[in-house]
């Protein structure tokens, strides 16, 4: 009895991992692109910052956060986005299944992005002004993007 119990209990530990594995897929991809977004919006946190006045404008600083602003936009981030692996699947996940419906306008808001960035790196270190004038484009394509494909806070 006691032998039972104990591989009764060891088949239904063995049986939750199986589950939980299961009721989380792609749990890698998903903290990754997370982790991408996290980045992204410490970049921001360095050029929102000089853009309120809140950080001394510092143009080497201000085009190193740029630089790795554009880098993480064209870095290929492709595999990190596969089909299921929305918020409906994985809780972890705040990705809307929108995403990867007929008709999704997420490449249109990843261009977006690129186009904004790509402005900021050629900004940012051009001065206050320049980068006060691209900040703009790069938060709406973000805010844009999280309406459209991301649960809401
Ligand atoms: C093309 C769409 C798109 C763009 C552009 C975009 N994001 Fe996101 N972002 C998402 C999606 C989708 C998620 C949810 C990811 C998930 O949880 O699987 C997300 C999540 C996040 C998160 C939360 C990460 C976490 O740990 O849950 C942060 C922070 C974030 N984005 C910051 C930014 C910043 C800052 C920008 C602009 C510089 C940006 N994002 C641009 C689509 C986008």
Redesign the pocket.
């Known amino acids: 009895m006691p032998r039972l119990l104990i591989a009764a209990a060891a088949a239904s530990m063995a049986f939750t991992g199986l589950a939980t594995a299961q009721d989380a897929p792609f749990k890698m991809e998903?903290a990754a692109?997370?982790?991408i977004?996290?980045y992204?919006?410490i970049?921001?946190g360095t050029l929102g910052g000089m853009a309120k006045g809140e950080i001394p404008y510092d143009a080497a600083a201000a085009q190193k956060a740029a630089d790795n602003?554009l880098a993480?936009?064209t870095l290929d981030a492709s595999m990190l986005?596969p089909p299921g692996?929305?918020?409906a699947a994985?809780p972890?996940?705040?990705?809307?299944a929108a995403?990867w419906a007929e008709g999704s306008t997420?490449g249109d808001?990843?261009k977006?992005?690129a186009d904004?960035?790509t402005a900021m790196q050629a900004a940012a270190g051009a001065g206050l002004d320049p980068l006060k004038a691209a900040m703009g484009p790069?938060?709406g394509?973000?805010?844009?993007?999280?309406k459209?494909?991301?649960?809401p806070d």
């Open positions: 998903i692109r997370q982790g977004m996290a992204r919006a970049q921001m602003l993480s936009v986005w692996s929305d918020n994985n972890d996940s705040t990705a809307l995403i997420i808001k990843a977006a992005m904004a960035a790069v938060g394509a973000c805010g844009d993007c999280h459209a494909f991301r649960v």
